[in-house]
């Protein structure tokens, strides 16, 4: 798609007009923010919307270094209080599931936060944290950062000329600056008007979310089994609950949704009974359709995209948020390090760099995570013993276990200055 | 060979000119025949936004450290350091002798509103004309191209202002710049077109030092540039075997 060329009179209201105030959109806007930019979040939910309950009921596992971008932000103090830390995570294969099929199978991962703790100077791998809590974080940081949000508002039109973009709101308003930025999610406008297509698939399955409280300690555990019809997890949360994350067959998630509490109750300690232990659900259930989307570039001229508006990965290694913020994370040092060398933001040698930074790392963890998934959601023998004895070996092999925990804790590349906890 | 839209001075070599003109439309193109200029850009800017900041008692994360100051870049082709020193805050003056180039550069730089002077002309005219003086001279990748190096340095260094400073970057004459800078960038890579540079008029830092030899300056480095392949980056070295830079402040 062409872009239309925008009227040269139009004086330029801001650096950077950010679309999308989710997660991702938020934390861009507070670190543009924080590196001396202008910046506008334009967002056509009020944002107060996303506060409510029933608007998120997802619990992300945060990474130690996204946490830490979210300090050096000023975000992080709130969170603290919402945020239990992830001390170990278990990988099990659990072929035959559930209260009759007695102990799992012996091959699992095990990683311990202590076994980073020199490279992550004593953090816990990450953090749980429910969606609702990081989003009313960020609200408040973009309140107290003062910067503009224009909310409920939607970009009906992005048009691009030589030294900038501007940006029409369905309500007829116009914005202009030097970079778009598009943080929408998978539907990104931005993206579309930018002609920037994508690629991905649907999966056959759906996530359940739901949120428990455990009977028993949790222990800051987090387990992950991988089961038949797709992995599912249990996410410790502060107050001793939990998140449970479990991927079914399309139909049965459905079937899953509308169920009654009793049912639902009845069908998890069916199949989770031995690992689960006495569980009390908490609040709705939510079920999201997994795809897998990516878009073919990062950025077009004037434009860059970050987060699900880039790519839309399989929940399934808990990674799509951390992405999101790493990209962030990345955008936000490109653009600080160009303003403050007074180049144009917005320019095509700028927006290069977050390009070839953030490239390798998006497609080649939407790859490993769609190989993952095939893998683990098949019963097949041979790639059961194939996928148990990889485990036990990732197990037994010290520096591959400590990669994969410090990939976990997003610390693994060449790392923005904000997910070092370095301030802008 | 004559043509009509240069300017005149002893600096001018004409074919150097009409290489460049040719050129002018593409400056801007990131991708294109400038790519590795644009590549080179972020090192340049950062050690003159450095050395400038430190000279000057400016914070170089302000957003226009260098309001209030006088910036002389000459050379400056399709401006890609004039519009960095302007959006930095300086009161850039550009020059070039190549009216084409200055016709792209006021082209690029005007709907960004930036108030850059640029002016078709040498460092020559600009002193018999007693411009400036100015805070900061540039003096980038322009004098391996000038017909009389010496007499061109020392009418640049007159131009700075008591308490200013000069910025000079060039190829030194090694056999690594003739296989890195001509072989390389301009044969085997295809990076700059044919002919771009030639060798034997690369500088040796002690030459630059001997042309302002017993005049009130003194001059400081050379820093060198070096180009990271799997990175695609340049970066400070110490390394001024190819690309190099070094500063020049008026005594007392």
Redesign the interface.
């Known amino acids: 798609m062409a872009s239309k060329t925008a009227p040269q009179s139009l004086k330029a209201t801001h650096d950077v007009v950010i679309a999308g105030a989710g997660m991702s959109g938020a934390t861009f806007a507070l670190a543009c923010a924080q590196a001396g930019l202008s910046c506008v979040l334009v967002d056509p939910q009020p944002f107060e919307s996303q506060l409510a309950p029933t608007f998120d009921g997802r619990a992300s596992a945060i990474a130690y270094a996204s946490f830490r971008q979210w300090r050096a932000l000023r975000a992080g103090e709130m969170l603290e209080p919402h945020a239990c830390p992830i001390d170990t995570i278990l990988v099990t294969d659990g072929r035959s599931p559930g209260a009759a099929a007695g102990a799992p199978t012996p091959f699992f991962l095990r990683f311990d936060s202590v076994e980073i703790a020199d490279r992550s100077e004593g953090e816990p791998m990450g953090w749980l944290i429910e969606n609702r809590h990081i989003r009313a974080a960020l609200a408040k940081a973009v309140q107290a950062a003062g910067i503009e949000v224009l909310a409920p508002a939607a970009v009906a039109s992005v048009e691009r000329d030589a030294s900038g973009a501007v940006v029409t709101l369905a309500d007829g308003r116009t914005l202009r600056a030097s970079l778009v930025v598009g943080a929408e999610g998978r539907r990104s406008v931005v993206r579309e008007a930018a002609g920037i297509g994508t690629i991905g698939w649907d999966y056959p399955q759906s996530g359940v979310v739901a949120t428990v409280r455990m009977a028993e300690p949790h222990g800051n555990v987090a387990h992950e089994y991988f089961l038949p019809g797709g992995p599912f997890a249990i996410l410790p949360l502060t107050e001793n609950r939990a998140s449970l994350v479990w991927t079914e067959p399309r139909k049965r998630a459905d079937a899953l949704k509308v169920a009654s509490n009793e049912a639902f109750q009845a069908h998890l300690s069916r199949r989770f009974g031995d690992f689960l232990g006495k569980v009390e659900v908490l609040g709705p259930r939510f079920v999201y359709p997994l795809s897998l989307s990516l878009a073919e570039r990062m950025t077009a001229p004037r434009t860059a995209i970050l987060g699900d508006a880039a790519h839309g990965v399989h929940p399934i290694a808990g990674q799509g948020l951390n992405l999101g913020l790493k990209d962030a994370a990345a955008l936000a040092e490109v653009l600080a390090d160009a303003l403050r060398l007074g180049e144009d933001i917005g320019s095509e040698a700028v927006l290069e760099r977050y390009a070839r930074w953030r490239r390798f790392d998006n497609v080649m963890l939407a790859a490993a995570t769609d190989v993952f998934t095939r893998l683990f959601s098949n019963d097949q023998p041979l790639i059961r013993l194939g996928r148990d004895l990889g485990m036990a070996a990732v197990n037994r092999i010290g520096p591959a276990r400590r990669f994969f925990m410090q990939e976990a804790g997003g610390a693994v590349g060449d790392l923005p200055r904000l997910l070092r906890g370095e301030r802008l | 060979m004559t043509h009509p839209d240069q300017a005149t001075g002893s600096s001018i070599d004409p074919d150097e000119v009409a290489r460049f003109s040719a050129l002018a439309e593409k400056w801007w193109d990131?991708?294109g025949e400038f790519a590795p200029l644009?590549?080179f850009?972020?090192v340049r800017?950062?050690f003159i936004?450095d050395r400038a900041a430190e000279r000057f008692g400016r914070d170089?994360?302000a957003?226009r450290p260098f309001e209030g100051l006088k910036l002389l870049d000459i050379g400056c082709g399709g401006g890609l350091l004039s519009?960095?020193?302007?959006?930095?805050g300086f009161q850039v003056t550009g020059v070039d002798a190549s009216a084409r180039n200055i016709g792209t550069a006021k082209a690029?730089a005007e709907?960004?509103a930036l108030g850059i002077d640029y002016r078709c002309d040498t460092a020559e005219v600009l002193l018999a004309e007693g411009a400036g003086p100015f805070d900061v001279v540039l003096n980038m990748e322009v004098i391996e191209h000038v017909a009389d190096p010496r007499e061109y340095l020392r009418t640049c260094a007159h131009l700075v202002a008591p308490g200013g400073m000069m910025f000079l970057a060039t190829l030194n004459r090694t056999p690594q710049a003739f296989a890195l800078a001509v072989v390389g960038a301009e044969y085997v890579l295809r990076w700059l077109p044919r002919g771009t540079h030639d060798w034997k008029k690369f500088l040796k830092p002690e030459e630059i030092r001997g042309f302002l030899a017993g005049q009130p300056f003194d001059l400081q480095g050379p820093f060198g540039v070096a180009y990271n392949p799997l990175a695609?980056r340049w970066s400070l070295s110490s390394d001024t075997q190819v690309n190099y830079m070094m500063t020049v402040t008026p005594r007392g």
């Open positions: 990131a991708k644009h590549k850009n972020p800017l950062g936004r170089v994360k957003r519009e960095p020193m302007a959006r930095l690029h709907p960004q695609d």
